[in-house]
């Protein structure tokens, strides 16, 4: 779809503004007859990463699926067409916050997502639409994104939703709902970015906040896919459990819970779900879980989302975890435009780690070449005992080592907690210190408790900020928790040919 430049206007953090083209973007809501014509959505702010709107989504309100003929999106520079994904009853959610985004005198109503991706400050995109129906259709536009923006914490994904006088209605604007036929539904998960390999809760809570009774209500949680290595679609996570799924016999990727019926109007239900995200495939992607319920009062099935972030979303900045180094191998296989990381500069990176290191420098820890490091970082599901899964962690470390990422000489009280915190009583004072430690348990090897504790400690390293960095406020020796003296560690003098 063609971008075209604007003269950017003076605004904190992207400001998503819709009008059409011929109105130009004059304050207050816009109202157009039903037939064909330019849309808008511009990013009025000024250009600057954070003013950056990413992954921009136009959001199309109707009051009828019946009522509709046609309605068409297409790029206003090649004509080329926009997709509509399935229309979905309720109110739409903010994609990071998972909140419900503001009404605008519009929802809950039948609402659909059109993707249009990243949108700087001072750029727009034209949309032509066309909308034909019955008398009484009504059609809405607005449209939502996420920002970054640095915060004493770090990264902070931020909610981007144009505010209301900024959208776009075909008709009369809607209003009325059926007020027997409510439901409110929401989702949400504990992490928002999951590393690969984390377990993820997952929370639904149900709502009959409509003035009649439901029959024969049921929940349906849609598990999500992603393309797999041989191009089939397999399941972006692997279901643990919770409150009783129940997989449905046609595809097997459907979970379902019948709730109890009637659902008395006021009653409320919650249910957890519980997932691992085990699959290669969906490291490096957004994985949109969605779950709707339905009864024979609803007209429409009423949904809501949890999306998720595998991988590690802190781009060069500080260590990162298997997650991303599996999501580099990946990608330098399938030749991506986007890949991280050049197969040279990998490739260099691990015979440098096979020079330095003990425990990848033969059988049965070879990581030599681009295919081993990849079984390595993408198959936690494979290990076999606390020494496979120490491993899989220790190249991870090296990794970050030998990339630049993390120094050798950098303190470990220095750092501060990532996703993974440290263990308490950890004796090594720099990395050094701890991969010395740590091949050392490896070659003994040590029993299964002491592998475990190592495993813990690396990971939480690999996850962790560094000095400096946004979001490192309060480093581990400031916490009470770091710990010296008289710990578990067992430290080597030295490995040969490792660096000094």
């Given at each position: 779809m063609g971008v075209l430049l604007v003269s950017p206007v003076a605004w904190a953090g992207p400001q998503l503004w819709l009008y059409p083209q011929e109105a130009g973007p004059r304050q207050g809501g816009h109202?157009?007859?039903?037939?064909?014509?330019?849309?808008?959505?511009?990013?009025q702010s000024k250009t600057s990463d954070e003013n950056t709107a990413q992954d921009v989504q136009l959001v199309v309100a109707i009051n009828d699926t019946v009522s509709i003929a046609n309605l068409a999106l297409a790029a206003h520079s090649d004509g080329s067409p926009i997709e509509l994904g399935d229309w979905t009853y309720g109110i739409p959610m903010l994609p990071c916050s998972e909140k419900p985004m503001p009404r605008h005198g519009v929802?809950?109503?039948?609402?659909?997502?059109?993707?249009?991706?990243?949108?700087?400050?001072?750029?727009?995109?034209?949309?032509?639409?066309?909308?034909?129906?019955?008398a009484d259709l009504r059609v809405h536009f607005d449209a939502v994104a996420i920002a970054w923006r640095h915060t004493g914490k770090g990264p902070k994904c931020s909610d981007v939703s144009n505010p209301a006088g900024h959208d776009v209605s075909v008709g009369e604007r809607p209003g009325g709902h059926d007020e027997c036929g409510r439901v409110t539904i929401t989702k949400t998960s504990e992490q928002k970015f999951v590393d690969?390999?984390?377990?993820?809760?997952?929370?639904?809570?149900?709502?009959?906040?409509g003035a009649c009774d439901l029959t024969e209500p049921v929940l349906r949680d849609y598990v999500p896919t992603v393309k797999g290595d041989d191009g089939?679609?397999?399941?972006?996570?692997?279901?643990?459990?919770?409150?009783?799924?129940?997989?449905?016999?046609?595809?097997?990727?459907?979970?379902?819970?019948?709730?109890?019926?009637?659902?008395?109007?006021?009653?409320q239900r919650g249910v957890r779900l519980e997932v691992e995200f085990d699959e290669p495939a969906a490291d490096g992607r957004r994985v949109v879980n969605r779950a709707c319920v339905s009864a024979e009062e609803l007209r429409k099935p009423r949904c809501a989302a949890a999306v998720v972030f595998v991988g590690n979303p802190r781009g060069d900045s500080?260590?990162?975890?298997?997650?991303?180094?599996?999501h580099a191998?990946?990608?330098?296989?399938?030749?991506?435009?986007?890949?991280?990381?050049?197969?040279?500069?990998?490739?260099?990176?691990?015979?440098?780690?096979?020079?330095?290191?003990?425990?990848?420098?033969?059988?049965?820890?070879?990581?030599?070449?681009?295919?081993l490091a990849h079984d390595w970082l993408c198959t936690p599901q494979s290990a076999e005992g606390a020494a496979d899964r120490l491993v899989r962690h220790l190249l991870t470390l090296w990794l970050n080592v030998v990339s630049g990422r993390v120094a050798l000489g950098q303190a470990l009280d220095e750092l501060c907690d990532g996703d993974e915190l440290m263990p308490e009583d950890v004796v090594p004072a720099t990395v050094w210190e701890l991969i010395v430690a740590v091949e050392e348990a490896l070659l003994l090897p040590a029993d299964d408790q002491e592998l475990g504790y190592w495993s813990e400690v690396v990971d939480a390293v690999n996850n962790s900020l560094l000095p400096g960095e946004?979001?490192?406020?309060?480093?581990?020796?400031?916490?009470?928790?770091?710990?010296?003296?008289h710990g578990k560690a067992k430290v080597m003098s030295a490995v040969p040919g490792a660096p000094r």
């Amino acid at each position: 779809m063609g971008v075209l430049l604007v003269s950017p206007v003076a605004w904190a953090g992207p400001q998503l503004w819709l009008y059409p083209q011929e109105a130009g973007p004059r304050q207050g809501g816009h109202i157009v007859p039903p037939g064909e014509f330019t849309l808008v959505v511009e990013n009025q702010s000024k250009t600057s990463d954070e003013n950056t709107a990413q992954d921009v989504q136009l959001v199309v309100a109707i009051n009828d699926t019946v009522s509709i003929a046609n309605l068409a999106l297409a790029a206003h520079s090649d004509g080329s067409p926009i997709e509509l994904g399935d229309w979905t009853y309720g109110i739409p959610m903010l994609p990071c916050s998972e909140k419900p985004m503001p009404r605008h005198g519009v929802y809950p109503a039948y609402h659909a997502f059109a993707a249009l991706g990243d949108l700087a400050g001072g750029e727009r995109y034209e949309i032509d639409v066309v909308v034909e129906g019955e008398a009484d259709l009504r059609v809405h536009f607005d449209a939502v994104a996420i920002a970054w923006r640095h915060t004493g914490k770090g990264p902070k994904c931020s909610d981007v939703s144009n505010p209301a006088g900024h959208d776009v209605s075909v008709g009369e604007r809607p209003g009325g709902h059926d007020e027997c036929g409510r439901v409110t539904i929401t989702k949400t998960s504990e992490q928002k970015f999951v590393d690969f390999g984390d377990i993820v809760i997952f929370e639904i809570e149900i709502i009959n906040d409509g003035a009649c009774d439901l029959t024969e209500p049921v929940l349906r949680d849609y598990v999500p896919t992603v393309k797999g290595d041989d191009g089939s679609r397999v399941p972006a996570f692997k279901v643990l459990g919770g409150t009783d799924p129940t997989p449905s016999e046609d595809d097997g990727y459907l979970l379902e819970w019948p709730l109890t019926s009637p659902f008395a109007s006021g009653e409320q239900r919650g249910v957890r779900l519980e997932v691992e995200f085990d699959e290669p495939a969906a490291d490096g992607r957004r994985v949109v879980n969605r779950a709707c319920v339905s009864a024979e009062e609803l007209r429409k099935p009423r949904c809501a989302a949890a999306v998720v972030f595998v991988g590690n979303p802190r781009g060069d900045s500080g260590p990162a975890g298997p997650g991303f180094w599996c999501h580099a191998t990946r990608f330098i296989f399938e030749e991506r435009w986007n890949a991280p990381i050049e197969a040279e500069d990998f490739e260099a990176w691990l015979s440098e780690i096979g020079d330095s290191s003990e425990v990848f420098h033969e059988p049965p820890y070879d990581a030599s070449t681009l295919e081993l490091a990849h079984d390595w970082l993408c198959t936690p599901q494979s290990a076999e005992g606390a020494a496979d899964r120490l491993v899989r962690h220790l190249l991870t470390l090296w990794l970050n080592v030998v990339s630049g990422r993390v120094a050798l000489g950098q303190a470990l009280d220095e750092l501060c907690d990532g996703d993974e915190l440290m263990p308490e009583d950890v004796v090594p004072a720099t990395v050094w210190e701890l991969i010395v430690a740590v091949e050392e348990a490896l070659l003994l090897p040590a029993d299964d408790q002491e592998l475990g504790y190592w495993s813990e400690v690396v990971d939480a390293v690999n996850n962790s900020l560094l000095p400096g960095e946004p979001g490192c406020v309060s480093p581990l020796a400031t916490t009470g928790r770091r710990r010296a003296g008289h710990g578990k560690a067992k430290v080597m003098s030295a490995v040969p040919g490792a660096p000094r």
